[in-house]
């Protein structure tokens, strides 16, 4: 069977869920025969014949480009591929000073993308938001001069979301003390004629989507369902993948590592808690502990953080104590998240990560013996939140392709 199927299911739902079933098989592996897609989903092959015709009739799929298998002395196999190419998902991420865009088709193919400068107003929501369906409206105009359709919008934004209703609360970056339907305000902004469904995720958790996506692509890992993932950057953030699926939870903040509490008379916390790990190894507190507050202040913490990852290597001792101070912090924190998710890998990334090769060496201690630790360049660098939403609206529109006509 398909690990990436469609979990939720009603009995009015069967075939769409098959249907879901082929799209998502051609998604993750490529061109097949019908023959193949029956295999690896456990649909019998009258059902992929039947649902494949539908699904050529309405293009979302297509005959591969490719050549035609010759099976045997039988007539030549036409292997499918995933089209969706007149259907197009936008993804749009709030920054504080930038707003970030990526287009695709439903096939994953790039349409747009791009950055532009935007100073957020804080403590505006509606200006925000003025600002987002701006965006969204010049992304599917664009899109629908070539002939493309968009079916779905995804806002990513810099705090907790309440994913089901869209709603953005104490996100304390933006100055919004108080809940934000940024959802409804953007959607109440689009043409009523575009009737375009707008979800609002999280930043981390997209982030983790896409990271758990090209975890997955690397050879030896096709399989890998629990993931967790972390990212020392401006603060310390992340997500996870249980089973498959994006931990949300119910308030959209199912695992914050940066919020876990090891110190607990600790430093005040802007969660209003003391002694979280972000107060004790997140960027700003080692720079402290490195003696290059002065130099942060002056010269932006990203160039303090460089001279820190530069004395480290020298070996100078300020450096080393608090580079290996804060992997102290980041183990005691990332401790219970092991212990309770027992996932396969866990990903670093962001700063610590690159100075710290100790943390790979013999994985993350755990009980039922090492976690692997893989330690990521940032290959998806600022880009992995778009990257993300882009991939979760793309595969809820597979989910639901029945509906996209
Ligand atoms: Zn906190």
């Not at 720079?287 to 004395?311: I, N, Q, S, T, Y």
Request: net charge neutral; glycine share 12%; proline share 6%.
């Amino acid at each position: 069977m398909d690990d990436t199927a469609p979990a939720r299911l009603v009995s009015s739902d069967v075939r769409e869920h098959n249907r879901a079933l082929v799209l998502h098989h051609l998604d993750r592996h490529g061109p097949a025969a019908r023959s193949e897609i029956a295999a690896a989903t456990g649909l019998v092959r009258g059902a992929v014949t039947s649902i494949a015709a539908e699904l050529l009739e309405e293009g979302l799929v297509r005959h591969a480009q490719a050549a035609a298998q010759r099976s045997g002395a039988g007539r030549p196999v036409q292997p499918l591929e995933l089209d969706g190419s007149g259907l197009a998902v936008v993804a749009v991420q709030l920054l504080l000073d930038e707003h970030r865009w990526l287009v695709t088709d439903l096939a994953g193919r790039v349409l747009a993308q791009g950055s532009e400068l935007a100073r957020t107003p804080i403590g505006e929501p509606e200006a925000v938001a003025d600002a987002l369906a701006r965006r969204v409206s010049q992304l599917t105009g664009a899109l629908r001069r070539r002939g493309v359709r968009p079916v779905r919008v995804q806002v990513v934004a810099p705090g907790p979301v309440l994913a089901d209703a869209g709603t953005v609360y104490r996100a304390v970056d933006l100055g919004w003390q108080r809940e934000v339907d940024l959802r409804g305000l953007v959607a109440a902004r689009l043409p009523a004629r575009s009737r375009l469904p707008v979800t609002v995720l999280n930043d981390a958790n997209c982030a983790t989507w896409a990271e758990f996506r090209e975890l997955r692509a690397a050879p030896g890992l096709e399989r890998v369902r629990d993931v967790v993932y972390v990212k020392a950057d401006t603060g310390i953030g992340g997500g996870a993948v249980v089973a498959g699926r994006l931990l949300v939870g119910a308030r959209g903040t199912a695992f914050e590592p940066g919020h876990v509490v090891v110190q607990p008379a600790g430093p005040p916390c802007e969660c209003g808690r003391r002694g979280c790990l972000v107060t004790v190894a997140g960027p700003r507190a080692v720079l402290v502990a490195a003696g290059l507050a002065a130099a942060a202040e002056r010269d932006g913490e990203p160039a303090a953080l460089a001279e820190l990852a530069r004395r480290y290597r020298d070996g100078a001792g300020t450096a080393v104590g608090a580079v290996r101070g804060a992997l102290g912090w980041l183990r005691q924190g990332l401790d219970v998240t092991v212990v309770a998710l027992d996932p396969a890998v866990v990903v670093l990334d962001g700063y610590l990560a690159q100075l710290l090769p100790e943390l790979t060496e013999g994985g993350f201690p755990a009980p039922a013996g090492p976690v692997d630790v893989v330690v990521r360049r940032a290959a998806l660098g600022g880009t992995a939140a778009v990257r993300g939403a882009v991939a979760l609206a793309r595969e809820e529109a597979l989910d639901a392709s029945g509906s996209l006509q």
